[in-house]
């Protein structure tokens, strides 16, 4: 398999996602409540992207709670994205001359795909919409990437939304007298993401989308933010459903407001807010990874969401959660020494684990890859399964041109098959039908609510997506149960 890099410096811009439409090609009009859009007619989908939701996060708006955009005049442009919020460097996996390779605060914008719009009353239609936030750990990544496009998706019949937002220290910063009213204020990507639900429900029914029917799914940070989201009393009823891949996050705890504001002081010592404000964006990225995660702000977040979840708080909508099955290729390369993964793991623990797992802790490193996985991915989501009645999942293929160099599914690789996007043609036979399984089984659960499995609860199984996808018990039960009663903060 060509490396993407070299795919994509070589693909041609009659390409949906080319920077350019192609001269000559079709536009289609489309005037929402926000204003006139002009997008591009694609072969069975039409694209709107870089639409601006909110208003510039910028001077005094930055780490400010996201503000209406301004009304704009005639038909705004949107053949293209816009630049992708303000990281380290430019995002991966776009195609060569994206705008999505540029790197601003003004960044609020969102994209669509709709099943071609025919002449028909668009308005009277009711297509769901699903609405994706992409992962990078809340410090990087783009809805630009190559893997993300919906046009996929918008063939089989539904909308596809992908959005930016505010990421690292400018999305998930606090810093005391941020908030209004007195009142402390933090995560400001999560706002972002409220932000861009509301824009959809009052305007995705000009493309032809069911404002009622909006599942939100998103993978690694984009999971995460979906959780937190479930978590929200901010977001309730601006969507219907729910898809968790990869949120990782582990047991927890997370941190509170006031853990991040101490951070904030320690980093920033000496600088008032004013100073902040005035500092450039491109140094204050710089502390991107201080500032990574959701934190507790008793506003957006009042707990933690394996708390609410605990509780019975979240957003009683039908979700899908899951993980993939080689999850610690997050940890690099190794040996890896399964005493430093958990501190909270005692030698006797560490023991009854090893025997647990049986021939997959084969040596130290695949042992500390399972309890990586285990404790940060699959016990937090079959924790959230089991509190939310919801459909469980593992992702265990690795495509056929890798399968002789990678062992299990990593982290992420997922993400094409949901979305059927891929650099090359030469796909086996075995690909396109994980494929079709889990990216049928996605967009299933966006029209009907129901995936094509029982819920963890009904039959205390999951879906195993590998080369022969279907319901199985999950695996690693033993070792799952001691990791939860060692782990979890809410024992």
Not at 94 to 120: A, F, H, R, Y
Not at 312 to 327: R, Y
Not at 460 to 470: I, K, N, T
Request: with cysteine; glycine share 10%.
């Amino acid at each position: 398999m060509r490396p993407l890099a070299l795919f994509l410096a070589t693909i041609l811009c009659a390409t949906p996602a080319c920077a350019a439409p192609a001269p000559g090609a079709d536009h289609v009009r489309v005037v929402p409540s926000a204003g006139a859009v002009s997008g591009i007619r694609g072969d069975g989908f039409d694209s709107f992207k870089g639409i601006p939701y909110a208003a510039p996060p910028i001077g005094p708006l930055r780490w400010q709670k996201p503000q209406p955009a301004a009304k704009w005049q005639g038909d705004f442009d949107a053949s293209d994205f816009g630049p992708s919020c303000m990281q380290p460097s430019p995002p991966s996996h776009l195609v060569p001359g994206s705008p999505g390779l540029q790197l601003s605060e003004d960044c609020l914008k969102l994209n669509i795909w709709t099943p071609t719009l025919s002449s028909e009353k668009v308005a009277a239609k009711k297509t769901p919409v699903m609405v994706w936030i992409h992962g990078g750990g809340n410090v990087n990544g783009s809805p630009a990437d190559f893997f993300m496009d919906g046009q996929n998706l918008a063939k089989d019949g539904v909308i596809l939304i992908s959005i930016n937002y505010r990421l690292g220290v400018l999305g998930f910063f606090a810093f005391p007298g941020l908030g209004e009213g007195g009142k402390d204020t933090a995560n400001f990507g999560l706002w972002d993401q409220v932000a861009a639900l509301k824009w959809v429900r009052a305007n995705i029914a000009a493309f032809g989308g069911d404002p009622d029917n909006v599942t939100l799914f998103g993978e690694s940070a984009g999971g995460e933010d979906t959780l937190a989201l479930l978590a929200s009393p901010a977001a309730r009823g601006l969507f219907a459903r729910a898809i968790v891949e990869s949120a990782g996050g582990g047991w927890g705890p997370a941190a509170d407001i006031a853990d991040v504001q101490k951070t904030a002081a320690k980093l920033f010592a000496g600088k008032s807010l004013a100073d902040l404000r005035n500092l450039p964006a491109a140094d204050l990225i710089k502390q991107n990874d201080d500032f990574a995660d959701p934190a507790v702000d008793h506003d957006l977040l009042p707990e933690t969401p394996l708390a609410a979840f605990a509780d019975g708080s979240t957003s009683n909508v039908p979700l899908i959660i899951g993980t993939n099955s080689a999850e610690g290729s997050l940890m690099g390369p190794g040996p890896l020494d399964p005493a430093k993964v958990w501190d909270r793991l005692a030698p006797a623990d560490l023991a009854a684990l090893r025997t647990a797992y049986g021939d997959a802790a084969r040596d130290n490193d695949a042992f500390a890859r399972l309890l990586f996985r285990d404790g940060y991915f699959t016990g937090p989501a079959r924790f959230v399964a089991r509190h939310g009645n919801a459909w469980l999942y593992r992702f265990s293929y690795v495509l056929a041109p890798l399968q002789k160099r990678r062992a299990g599914a990593w982290h992420g690789t997922e993400v094409p098959f949901v979305f059927e996007r891929w650099p090359i043609d030469d796909l086996a036979a075995t690909d396109h039908r994980v494929e079709a399984a889990i990216h049928g089984a996605w967009i299933a659960f966006a029209k009907t609510g129901r995936p094509g499995w029982q819920t963890l609860g009904a039959t205390g199984q999951e879906m195993r997506f590998d080369a022969d996808p279907s319901p199985r018990k999950p695996d690693d039960q033993m070792a799952l149960d001691l990791l939860d009663s060692r782990l979890s903060p809410l024992k």
